[in-house]
């Protein structure tokens, strides 16, 4: 059976979500919160909803979506651009290697891959500002923000398992 | 490396370990390293795309931004709620202080006033273009710059000054439409001319990403004290003088001294574009 132009819109839209979640994530990261100090640990919203749709849907996830978040991300944020595509695509290759653990445990098992993410990511993000600066910076604020982005990571998958539940399976 | 049949339902061990996988893999790599290398000349073009994402982001973020800001307002109500006592009384001080600066300023101003008309001096004004919300941070740990909701079409220019009710906060970096980047005081590559006072000193005001920026290029043998003002000088065309930028903070002897920004970082919420055009007969080899 064909499916009807209508089925092949509303297909199509289900199938943008997880696209579509990590651009508002993206988006959500650059409001001012007027926090004292919240912009310098500021958690990587992209990186975690990123990370969910990747070890859950990586077929709705491929490299290019990956790629093209990266790219907006770094050009809305102002940060060095190719940082977060180089990233992003780098821990595809990682979750896809490792989806047959991350995927089918505990939800423990999957958090502690994004634990090795999240910190290879800050230890990166450190390394190239540093590089590109030509001085060390300090590391505390990067310290913070990859433990804040973990800490916050099982509330936000909680919040997109449920719209993976009821939208896409 | 595993090796699988190639099947049709889209299963994903092939897709992905597949050759095209690993070569679409080896391709995104190389594109994301030459955008870092690329990223680093800053061309136009990039910061043209900056400028149109930023103009896309726009009105999203000033819709976030309103509940946002109502809860701010909020907690600032409640802060003040409990210490109103407090804070009533150190006002009350603070007031019975300011009076007696108020007619010592007063004074002054006309006595500046009369010299000024005396010497013939033009008066160098920045004009106000306009006046904005931020509506977005930078996001970032290494860098430090916000987003505001005025734009070309409201007469920003790329270089314009940008200051909160008390001081200078930054400089427009990029105009978009209806939206533009201020590169902030203390991000890593703002540099500065300032003027420190009363020493009347040149120095160079550089931001190294820390709340407090450096002075630099301070002459020999210069000691300052805590609470001299800082103020910008107006050389090099990009700030118009005589502006507030902070006070100095105690230095060790050892480490530049830093300054304390008096516009309030913390809490940036409208800002004020100036223009500044430097007087003709100034405009020497300076960019």
Redesign the interface.
Known sequence: MTPTTFEQIDQTLRSATPFSWCLVWS???????????L????PNLLLMSAFFWTVNR??LMP??A??AL???H??????????M??TL??M??FV?SQ?RILARRMFVISWWGFVIVATVFGLM?WA??SF??DRL??PT??AF?ALLTIALYPLLARLMAKFQRRILD | MLRKPRSRD?R?AD???GFG?RF??FL??T??????????LEPRF?ED??AV??DL?AP??DL??RP??AM?KVMTWGENLVFVYRENDRLRKENARLRSWQVAAETLAVENQQLRALLGLKDIKATPVTAAR??????????????INAGRRDGVAKGNTVADRNGVVGRVITVGRHSA?VLLLND?NSRIPVKILPAGVNAILAGD??PHPVITFLPEGVTLNAGDWVVTTGHGGTFPPDMAVGRVLAGDGRTPYRVRLVADF????FVRILAYEQPAEDQGGAP
């Not at chain 1, 912009?39 to 500021?42: G, I, L, T």
């Not at chain 1, 770094?74 to 940082?83: I, N, S």
């Open positions: 988006l959500l990261e650059l409001v001012p919160y007027e926090l004292s100090g912009a310098q640990v500021m990586p077929d490299s290019l990956l790629f990266g790219t907006v770094d050009l809305w944020t102002g940060g060095p651009l190719g940082l595509p180089l695509i780098l595809r290759a896809i989806r993000s190239l500002a590109q600066a910076f300090d604020p990067v923000q | 889209g994903l897709t992905l370990l996988a679409s893999l995104f790599i594109l994301a390293v030459a955008m870092l290398v690329v990223g680093r990039l795309s900056r994402l930023a982001a999203f973020l976030v931004n946002v800001e701010d931020v509506i977005g941070q930078s996001g970032g740990r290494f860098f430090q710059s916000v987003l980047r890593l990403n820390r913390d809490r940036l919420d």
